[in-house]
């Protein structure tokens, strides 16, 4: 019955499905490091560079080298309020970052700026709390490293692809300049391998964009100095085509890139005025090759980036110390609608006070169970008729491990409630709180762990032991032996509501010479196995002359 249990957990436990998004495309504008897809907006900015200015130049002087650090942001339309937060740190400046919906790719290199390195990770959102986790949650997954070695001219993610454009190291500076084109599955992992796709028919000397076009590889450049889309066909060759407007030709050097928002691909522009002390930001949407007018804004002085989220595109703008903010443009529109301000990523006391109180709580406990727990303090709490020889138990307190599998088939129930309202791994319906900074990510597993308590304490209190336990076959004892009062096991109910938010506590059992937990030593019971507890019943019962004065 309790390997029937414990299968039965397993299966759940493995049973999670995650959605997945299709792909947008990348962005372009002057701020490299930014991609968005489906909805999802990513950006590597520096991590409050003038407060790390400031630190160093009061503990070092003014001349006090800075060590930049660099983050990783999100945000997402989807949320109902706008907000951006962390999602991951870097020691050293990322070189490229694609999105595919709700997925992101990081290209960096070592501290030395030696090899590539690439990791893969994506939003889930928490249907309970409405906030997005970062996944996996252990780290980023690695990506193997491309065969060669090189600057990265471009980077896409098309079907959940990694599309990469090099121009490998020269040995020699007189050598003509080369390039490769290559493609990895992003959920291969580091045993991958690259397949090496043909080169666009484009002049990769200059600038060259990559992005998702009707779930097929483009690209947009320079060809024969004309402004040119290229993209692959059904039989994986490259067509191209150039660009005009109102019959003439688009210049190739003003093409800051190109991406798709609602199947319509829109060309961006970078065109500066008569003085070239200005510039404005011209979008033009392509129908038949040829590309019709849609805005004409001027260039923000902040660094910038134009992105497709949902059905219109979005202005990004960089803010001091890391902030951003977000205008809308919408098909109809020429000019982009009023900025929204993000809420910048903090650690709000609302998010981690239960830390310091679970930690009290349980230090309570601890010391509760070594001072009430002890053989002197449990002689007064047995109430034994005096007629009644008081017995010395024998049987050990139950290992963790059953107590934990209990524990676990009790939260069963939890589990399938909020199964339905709750999208993620089944690990984060059992992220334990005392163990995470951040309590509104751990909702999902204060619901099960809730549940789980309250249904096995309701067996504890009316039966002597819950369905987990019963299962497992283990039952609550008085600490000397017989059942344990009502009272007693309503406490320890109580009690172990503390090692469910902390279950480190229960480790104090490692060191009781009987076994026993600190709820356990308070109430004076015991969880023990339920054969060897009717085995020892049935030879007291025979000792105390068949069980009439049995102790209660």
Same mark, same amino acid.
Not at 152 to 175: E, S
């Given at each position: ?13 493995? #049973? ?6 299709? %792909? ?23 991590? /409050? ?8 130049? %009061?503990?070092? !002087? ?15 339309? @989807? ?41 893969? #990770? =994506?939003?889930? @959102? ?12 252990? +780290? ?40 490769? #084109? +290559? ?39 320079? @060809? ?29 050097? $003003? ?22 002390? &200005? ?27 134009? %992105? ?17 903010? #977000? ?11 009023? $900025? ?31 001072? =009430? ?18 017995? &010395? ?58 549940? *789980?308590?309250?249904? &096995? ?6 039966? !002597?032991?819950?369905?987990? @336990? ?44 009987? *076994?026993? +937990? ?10 023990? /196995?339920?054969?060897?507890?009717? %085995? ?17």
């Amino acid at each position: 019955m309790c390997g029937l249990a414990l299968l039965t957990l397993f299966l759940t436990l493995f #049973l999670t499905l995650f959605l997945t998004h299709r %792909a947008r495309a990348d962005l372009p504008g002057t701020i490299p490091l930014s991609a968005a897809g489906d909805g999802h907006l990513w950006w590597v900015v520096q991590v /409050d560079p003038q407060s790390l200015q400031a630190s160093a130049a %009061a503990s070092s !002087g003014e001349s006090a080298a800075v060590v930049p650090s660099y983050a990783l942001m999100h945000h997402t339309i @989807k949320d109902a309020e706008p907000s951006e937060r962390l999602a991951m740190r870097f020691a050293s400046e990322p070189v490229a970052i694609a999105a595919h919906g709700a997925r992101v790719v990081i290209v960096t290199r070592d501290e030395r700026g030696g090899r590539l390195y690439l990791f893969s #990770l =994506f939003a889930v @959102k928490n249907e309970v709390t409405a906030s997005w986790m970062i996944f996996p949650r252990g +780290g980023p997954l690695p990506l193997a490293a491309p065969p060669v070695d090189g600057e990265v001219r471009a980077t896409a993610l098309v079907n959940d692809q990694l599309v990469l454009l090099l121009r490998p190291k020269r040995a020699d500076a007189r050598a003509p300049e080369l390039h490769w #084109l +290559g493609v990895i599955p992003c959920e291969s992992g580091a045993g991958s391998v690259w397949n090496e796709l043909p080169l666009p028919p484009l002049e990769l000397s200059e600038s060259v964009g990559l992005f998702a076009r009707e779930n097929v590889l483009a690209a947009v450049g320079s @060809k024969d100095g004309r402004a040119t889309l290229a993209w692959r066909n059904k039989n994986e060759m490259w067509e191209s085509t150039p660009l005009t407007r109102a019959e003439a030709a688009v210049a190739p050097r $003003a093409v800051v890139g190109a991406f798709e928002v609602a199947q319509r691909t829109v060309l961006v522009e970078r065109v500066l005025t008569p003085d070239r002390n &200005a510039a404005s930001l011209r979008l033009g949407i392509l129908r038949e090759n040829a590309v019709q007018p849609w805005a004409e804004f001027p260039e923000p002085r902040a660094p910038w980036s134009i %992105a497709p989220l949902g059905a219109r595109a979005r202005l990004l703008e960089l803010r001091a110390r890391g902030g951003a903010s #977000l205008r809308a443009l919408s098909f109809s529109a020429e000019l982009p609608e009023a $900025a929204v301000e993000f809420l910048p990523p903090g650690f709000s006391s609302a998010t981690w006070m239960h830390l310091p109180i679970i930690g009290v709580l349980s230090v309570a406990l601890l010391l509760s169970a070594v001072i =009430f727990g002890s053989d002197a303090y449990l002689e007064g709490r047995v109430l034994v008729p005096s007629a009644v020889p008081l017995h &010395a138990r024998t049987i050990r307190g139950a290992s963790l491990f059953r107590r934990a599998s209990a524990m676990l088939i009790d939260m069963l129930p939890g589990m399938v409630v909020v199964w339905f309202f709750v999208r993620g791994t089944p690990m984060d319906l059992l992220q334990i709180p005392a163990f995470s900074p951040n309590l509104e990510t751990t909702i999902p597993a204060v619901i099960v762990f809730s549940v *789980g308590w309250f249904v &096995a304490s309701v067996g504890d209190v009316l039966f !002597g032991r819950s369905m987990g @336990k019963r299962l497992v076959g283990l039952r609550i004892i008085a600490a000397r032996g017989g059942p344990a009062p009502v009272s007693r096991r309503l406490l320890r109910a109580l009690l172990s509501a503390i090692t469910v938010t902390s279950p480190a506590v229960m480790l104090l059992a490692l060191l009781h010479p009987r *076994g026993d +937990g600190p709820a356990e030593m308070i109430t004076g019971t015991a969880v023990v /196995d339920a054969e060897e507890a009717d %085995a020892a019943g049935a030879a007291r019962d025979e000792a105390d002359g068949g069980g009439e004065n049995r102790p209660g």
